[in-house]
């Protein structure tokens, strides 16, 4: 069974057109995007908002996002103890 539709294939490649001839933009900061894979990221990103046929997002995505988050919340907290423990000597 095909992985993606024919309209989502005709919508990455349209993405990757725009790449290739510096019209891509990405959404938040609308900087020109250069990079491959984050055109074809937007591309699926376009055909899922179009309700074509793509695969879920990968889970390793959202799992490496959130030990990223632990690992910061965990540097906040060191740095606070060691700011705490030097006001009080």
């Known amino acids: ?4 539709g024919r ?3 005709n919508t990455v490649r349209q993405a990757m057109h ?3 001839h510096g019209t891509l ?5 609308g900087r020109k995007v250069t990079s ?3 055109a074809i990221a937007i591309g699926l990103s ?3 908002e179009k309700g074509q046929k793509v695969p ?3 889970s390793r995505s959202s799992t490496s996002s959130s030990s990223s988050s632990r690992r910061s919340s965990t540097r906040r907290t060191r740095r606070h103890t060691t700011r705490h423990s030097r006001a009080h000597q």
Do not use: I, L, N
């Not at 069974?1 to 993606?4: I, L, N, P, Q, S």
């Not at 933009?25 to 900061?29: A, I, K, L, T």
């Open 36 to 38: 491959r894979t984050q």
């Open 18 to 20: 725009e790449r290739k």
């Open 46 to 48: 376009e055909a899922r």
């Open 25 to 29: 933009r990405s959404g938040r900061s």
């Open 56 to 58: 879920s997002r990968s």
């Open 1 to 4: 069974m095909a992985r993606y």
């Open 7 to 9: 309209k989502t294939q």
